[in-house]
């Protein structure tokens, strides 16, 4: 923001010194406040316009080939600044929907989603229903009453939300229908799932600064690269893709004074469950015993102050996950990559997703990058992102978020990034970098 001075007759010659101090206090205030700043002024502008080239590739929805060019854009991104990478594919597979038949009191009905895990290979389901409307007061219900129960609803957006209540099932109807099944007094249910697994590819982008050697640690940046299935994803995670280039850039600038190794990683299907940190951290887990931090990057082009995670110690898996379940819940999708359907929070899946490693020293270091920097940030416990993957194998970890207005939807597009909170996210994690980096020796 530019200030303008208007000088104009001043009658009280009282009130001119006066003037004259409150502008020079000012210009001391926002000296102190750019000496705070370690990344360049064109940050946040060189940032935006990597957001602003991957929104032109279209819909970067997880096994497409658009997905497939943003991480080409990416790598070469990597290769033009002086850093080594590489594309590291992976397999995966996705159940995909061929018809569902809803029927209650003879009439039939076609869902519009479902919450359900597919990996249990149950396709019929029956019995009796609890209706949830997602504009009823959460009150209105009564938890313990739901619980392995089926749900219909008529809100898909409202899945974790729902989440809470530990149904069997969920199925999502239209508004519509829901209004109409809502009124009937008949609530039993009948429901016949056909569908089949469909293998995709996506990628993962890898780089790094510095030689690794046996015993050198290394620090890991992330951020996914993927766009939810209907939405161009500027904010989520054009965002943190453009952040993140542009520190490998900074990084790499004083590449001679860094202690570690420091690797960058473009996740691919983020959206689909975090799976493009699951499978890295599945095929990596001897060279992350050298890890020291992972810090995530997602979502970071809102106008809100946003959020660090710092919060919650430190909890692990409790134990190996090692029957079917737990493995395909391990190795698979969490959502379709096509069609509407979202897992259901198995005992395993649970463990998980509520996984956090923040130890006092990381705690310590985040506090003090935020206090030196002078920006403001609430502290938070898991996030849920990329992040997870490396905190349930033992990495210490942590993220940063300052969420767009509309994730997840066709209106996160560039027009609504603030540039300003893209500079933040990257002072704040340069920061954390370099702090953690200081405590290695070289």
Not at 58 to 68: C, S
Not at 246 to 264: D, I, P
Not at 381 to 409: C, E, K, L, R
Request: aromatic share 10%; charged share 20%.
């Amino acid at each position: 923001m530019q200030t303008k001075i208007y000088l104009g007759i001043i009658r009280n010659k009282c009130v001119y010194p006066l003037i004259l101090t409150i502008l020079l206090f000012s210009f001391i205030g926002n000296t102190q406040n750019l000496e705070r700043r370690i990344l360049p002024p064109i940050f946040g502008d060189k940032a935006f316009s990597h957001i602003r080239n991957l929104e032109a590739f279209g819909l970067r929805q997880a096994g497409t080939a658009n997905e497939m060019e943003a991480a080409n854009y990416i790598q070469q991104e990597f290769l033009d600044m002086g850093l080594t990478s590489e594309i590291e594919m992976f397999e995966y597979e996705s159940f995909e929907f061929q018809s569902l038949d809803l029927e209650i009191n003879n009439c039939h009905y076609t869902p519009v989603g479902l919450g359900f895990t597919p990996y249990k290979n149950k396709r019929m389901y029956q019995g009796k229903a609890v209706f949830v409307d997602s504009r009823e007061p959460e009150n209105y219900y009564i938890k313990d009453s739901i619980v392995g129960k089926t749900i219909i609803s008529n809100d898909i957006a409202s899945h974790f939300q729902l989440l809470q209540y530990q149904p069997e099932l969920i199925i999502y109807v239209d508004p519509l229908d829901f209004t109409k099944l809502k009124n009937n007094s008949e609530t039993t249910y009948y429901l016949k799932i056909e569908g089949s697994y469909h293998k995709l590819k996506s990628p993962n982008v890898l780089a790094q600064i510095g030689n690794g050697s046996v015993n050198k640690k290394e620090i890991i940046i992330g951020a996914h690269l993927d766009s939810y299935r209907n939405s161009p994803g500027a904010s989520d995670n054009g965002s943190g893709i453009g952040v993140m280039l542009e520190l490998a850039r900074y990084l790499k600038k004083h590449e001679s004074q860094l202690n570690g190794v420091v690797k960058f990683i473009a996740f691919g299907a983020e959206e689909l469950g975090v799976l493009g940190s699951r499978k890295y951290v599945a095929m990596h887990r001897e060279s992350l015993k050298k890890c020291v931090l992972f810090f995530n990057i997602d979502d970071v082009g809102g106008n809100g102050i946003g959020s660090i995670e710092t919060k919650g110690g430190i909890t692990s898996l409790p134990e190996p996950l090692l029957d079917e379940l737990s493995k395909k819940l391990v190795q698979e999708p969490w959502e379709g990559a096509i069609s509407y359907w979202r897992v259901l929070p198995e005992a395993c899946l649970m463990n998980f997703i509520t996984t956090v490693n923040h130890p006092t020293w990381l705690v310590d270091v985040v506090e003090s990058s935020v206090k030196e920097s002078g920006l403001e940030i609430n502290y938070a416990t898991n996030m849920g992102a990329d992040q997870m993957s490396f905190s349930a194998v033992g990495v210490a970890s942590s993220a940063i978020g300052i969420a767009g207005a509309h994730p997840h939807t066709p209106f996160d597009s560039i027009e609504k990034v603030n540039k300003q909170s893209l500079t933040k996210a990257g002072e704040l994690t340069v920061r954390i970098v370099l702090k953690t980096d200081s405590l290695l020796k070289k």
